[in-house]
Structures are given as C-alpha cells and as structure tokens.
C-alpha cells in the first residue's frame, strides 16, 4: 500500500498531523499502536487543552480528535510498526501483521510509555495490582488503599482521580516537596483521603496472587518499613518510544528523537512530533501544535520533491528555451 504521508501513532501529536495532512488533500495513514489516542485517552480529565471549559475526558478528546481527522480523509490501521526502512525511497514500513507499506513521508508520533521503578514484585504483579493507568483501572479498587508513587503531575491528577473510589490513597515521594502544579498539590492536601510519605521510595511490591504489601525505604534514615496496601501505581515519569529509530535517526542520550525547529529530523522526509521529541513541556496542547507543524513541513516537502522531480523530467529544450 503506497501512501503520501504515514503517521506512525496515535494521540495529540499524531491526530493532529493526521488533521492537517487530511486537509492538504494528502489523505494520511495512521497507524494507531499499542495505545490507541495515547497517553492522554488514558488520562481522567483534561483541564488544560483550551477550549474546554469545563475540562474534558482525555478519552473523549482524542475520539473527537480522530473523528475530526477522518472526516477530512485521514485512514486508520489498527496494527504496530515493528520496522522502517529509511534507506530507500518511498520508505518502507513493516507491521507486526507482516504488511508493508511505502511511504513518502513518515510522521513520527509514538509518543512515551510510563517509566517502570523497576524493583522487584513489579513485573509478576503487573495487572494485578500494580497498575499504569487510574483512568483504566481505578474502578477495580472501590474501597481499597492503595499506594501513588511520585511528585509530578501525573501522580497528583491520577492520585486525585484514584480517590473517587479508594479509602485512602497513600503518595509515596523521594523528595520533601513536589514537583507538580501548585493547584494540584493545593487540591491533593486538602482531601482528606491522601496522605504522603516523604523523603522514601518504594523498593518492593510484595504479594502472592496480588499486591499485599510494598516496602518502602526512608532514604534520609534508611529505614525500611513494609506498608499493606491493594494497588501500586506508580507515575514516576515516562521513557521515549523510540526503540524502533535506533540506528534509523538521530536520538539524544535519553532516547529522544532529535529534531530541528520544524520538526525535521536527520532523514529528509521524516518528521517527529510529541512526546517522542519533547522531554521538557510534554502537554497534549503542545504535542497538538508539533503534530501540526510536521504535517505542514510534510506538506511543503512532498510540493517541493514534486516540483523537483517535473523540473528534471522537463526535455531540456523546454527548460533552456525557459530559462533564456
Ligand atoms: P514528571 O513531571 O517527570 O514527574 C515524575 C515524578 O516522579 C517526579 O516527582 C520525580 O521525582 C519522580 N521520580 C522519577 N523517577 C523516580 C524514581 N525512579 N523513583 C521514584 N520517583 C521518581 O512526570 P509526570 O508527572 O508523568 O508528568 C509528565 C509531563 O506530563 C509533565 O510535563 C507534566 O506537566 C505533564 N502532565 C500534566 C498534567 C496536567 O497538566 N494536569 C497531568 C499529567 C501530566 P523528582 O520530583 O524528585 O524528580
């Protein structure tokens, strides 16, 4: 299947593109991934994309974001891609079900997985127990205590999501301040069900079938405690999805996608927006403009080769004759 554009991803930034490009008559290919309207489909409640006044679910805003997208033309695939070969033109894709596809333009729009604590306990009781998404899994733990792990954003907005249904929510954080917005931190101190552990991490998730138990370490005292809790969730940050560009384009010592201002990457006619390129602002509002930007250098791009390609296959009596 030969496409102009391939949008690899499917949240802010590549929704976003997929608007953009169906609008330049490009009719775009996304292809959704594991996650499909990313990481903000599993957030609870968007309150900072503008438009919105009242907020609104990020489940909700990524639908209307691909419904919007497709109705000017963009495609879905609802498969992973496991290879990109960017070393002949049209590029060309594989996908986990053995298709392959050709493009003339990748959009990079992967995104970032929550990052793991990696300690023990955490693998075996992945889904039991030990969960990465409040908005998927919070209703599982109605009347139950349950640990967050972190300071930023994520732990305090799932961790106020998370009381809806839980007794009491414990927020276990390395440091004594936190890094999240201070309206988050306002709202999590004045509900009665949160408390905090400063200054410890959690250095073993415990249980048999599911989570009993996680010890938590003090790292001023080095005293370690056991605390018996239900659920784990940790939101300690998030690690690029880039696993598939090693040695394709240039990545930065975390794993970040390197781009220029507009989106370009080292490989003419690739384009990287979102989470995959930003470690700083990391918002559905700014993956949303990055989306938009790479769609339109997409554009400009495809017009150029094109303009290019009509020029060298003018006889050269036409465009000597042009030229004087
Ligand atoms: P983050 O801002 O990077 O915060 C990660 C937190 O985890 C930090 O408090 C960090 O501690 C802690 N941490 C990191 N590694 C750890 C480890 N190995 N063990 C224990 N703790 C660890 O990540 P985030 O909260 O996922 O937010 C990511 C981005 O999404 C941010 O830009 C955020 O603003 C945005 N976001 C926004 C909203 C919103 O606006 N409502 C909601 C969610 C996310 P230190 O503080 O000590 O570094």
Request: with cysteine; charged share 25%.
């Amino acid at each position: 299947m030969h496409n102009r554009v391939v949008i690899i991803g499917s949240g802010p930034a590549g929704l976003t593109a997929a608007l953009y490009a169906a609008r330049a008559n490009l009719e775009p290919l996304v292809v959704r991934g594991l996650q499909p309207g990313g990481l903000i489909a599993t957030t609870s409640e968007v309150e900072n994309y503008p438009g919105f006044v009242e907020g609104i679910g990020g489940f909700e805003l990524a639908d209307n974001m691909e419904k919007q997208a497709a109705r000017f033309g963009a495609r879905f695939l609802d498969t992973l891609v496991t290879r990109v070969d960017a070393g002949q033109r049209p590029f060309v894709l594989t996908t986990d079900d053995g298709q392959q596809l050709t493009a003339d333009t990748i959009i990079v729009s992967t995104g970032a997985s929550p990052r793991k604590l990696g300690v023990p306990g955490e693998e075996r009781l992945a889904n039991r127990g030990v969960s990465y998404c409040a908005t998927c899994d919070g209703f599982f733990f109605r009347g139950k205590k349950v640990v967050v792990i972190g300071g930023g954003n994520s732990a305090l907005d799932e961790g106020l999501f998370l009381t809806r249904y839980v007794e009491e929510l414990i927020i276990v954080h390395r440091r004594d301040t936190l890094r999240a917005d201070p309206i988050l931190q306002e709202r999590a101190f004045a509900n009665e069900k949160i408390r905090f552990i400063w200054d410890s991490t959690v250095e073993e998730i415990l249980g048999e079938e599911r989570v009993s138990a996680v010890r938590i370490r003090n790292l001023k005292t080095g005293a370690v405690s056991e605390l018996a809790v239900d659920g784990v969730f940790p939101y300690i940050g998030h690690v690029p999805n880039t696993r598939l560009f090693e040695g394709v384009l240039t990545l930065d010592a975390g794993g970040y996608i390197v781009t220029d201002g507009r989106q370009r990457t080292n490989v003419p006619g690739i384009f990287a927006a979102g989470d995959v390129v930003d470690h700083i602002y990391r918002q559905a509002i700014t993956a949303a403009g990055e989306g938009c930007k790479a769609a339109m250098e997409a554009t400009w791009y495809l017009a150029e080769q094109e303009h290019a390609a009509k020029k060298a296959s003018r006889p050269e009596s036409v465009s000597s004759s042009a030229s004087s």
